[in-house]
């Protein structure tokens, strides 16, 4: 049988009290915590020759190395910690927080209604001002109302030119029924509507070419309307009579017969009348519209010469 006491002989407290640290650290753990004796305080007791030696008391475990990580093979990774990031967060926040509040303080306060967008007056960008020139006045001529009384003119004409011819029947008549009776006859025939018509076209012509001009131009060229007038009542009377059925020297024997018929000199002479009498009232209207277009002249050329005015609400 073998000796207990030489198994503790042939250990030493250097090299196997880790190793019996470590087997008794596997099997109970409080005995870790409990407090190692040093090995010569062991060997200082006397052995007992018939009691088992109790077993030697592992030395103080050694401190454990500390784990080193393997280096990496690549950059640096630099992490931030959750302290430095909060930090940072804290700070752009506070950031933001100012910018609101001096956002803020540079809008004005309005009343807030639902549904209700205040209007953001807007400027107008600067830039050049232009200002329209007055349009100048358009003379106003005197044509139309000349026409009119031209128009005019000619049913005074006719009714003249029908008393005259009326008179004429009845100076180579009886009786008045026999001077009716041919007067009746006159006015039917182109000799009565043909001068009056062509008394209108002279006038109307003379009116047109005239306009705002003084009475004496319907006096030196009521000649012409006369004239006019006059070929019109020759043409008439071979209109009445169907001349293109007359050979030749009827028709000149005819025609020389009218010259001094008492109805184409009638019919002239009243032609050259009437223009005299309606002129002057044309030739005044002229000289009205003549003043104001004088007076819209000097209006313009004053606005002209005063220049653009501002005018205030």
């Known amino acids: 049988m073998s000796d207990p006491t030489s198994d503790e002989r042939n250990t030493t ?6 190793t019996a640290a470590y087997q008794r650290s596997e099997t109970d753990p409080t005995d870790q915590a409990a407090p190692s004796e040093p090995a010569h305080a062991a060997a200082s007791v006397p ?10 008391e592992p030395a103080a475990s050694a401190p454990a190395a500390p784990v080193v990580a393997p280096e990496p093979v690549g950059e640096p990774i630099s992490y931030e910690t959750p302290t430095a990031v909060s930090a940072g967060a804290a700070h752009e926040d506070a950031q933001v927080v100012t910018q609101d509040q001096a956002t803020a303080e540079h809008v004005p306060a309005t009343d807030y209604t639902p549904g209700y967008t205040p209007a953001v007056p807007v ?10 020139a007055p349009a100048p006045p358009v003379e106003k001529g005197n044509r139309g109302a000349g ?19 009326f008179g ?15 007067f009746s006859d006159f006015i039917v025939l182109p000799v009565f509507y043909v001068p009056a018509v062509f008394f209108f076209i002279g006038f109307s012509l003379l009116v047109l ?24 009542y020759i043409g008439a009377a071979l209109l009445t009579v169907q001349a293109w059925t007359f050979t030749p020297s009827e028709a000149v024997r005819f025609i020389t017969a009218q010259w001094l018929s008492p109805y184409a000199i009638a019919a002239a002479i009243v032609a050259r009348e009437v223009p005299i009498w309606f002129g002057a009232w044309i030739a005044r209207r002229g000289r009205t519209v003549t003043a104001r277009n004088a007076a819209a002249k000097q209006d ?14």
């Open 168 to 182: 004429i029947a009845g100076a180579g008549s009886g009786s008045v029924a026999d001077a009716a009776a041919k």
């Open 147 to 165: 026409v009119l009384l031209a128009l005019l003119a000619t049913v005074v004409y006719a009714i003249v030119y029908a008393l005259v011819a």
């Open 123 to 132: 400027q107008a960008p600067a830039g050049p001002i232009y200002i329209q």
């Open 209 to 232: 070419i005239v306009n705002r001009g003084g009475w004496w131009a319907y006096v030196l060229f009521g000649f012409l309307v006369a004239v006019i007038v006059y070929f019109s």
């Open 47 to 56: 052995a007992d020759e018939s009691a088992p030696a109790p077993l030697a």
């Open 300 to 313: 313009y050329d004053r606005r002209l010469a005063e220049g653009p005015q501002l005018s205030r609400p």
């Open 13 to 18: 407290p250097e090299t196997d009290a880790p």
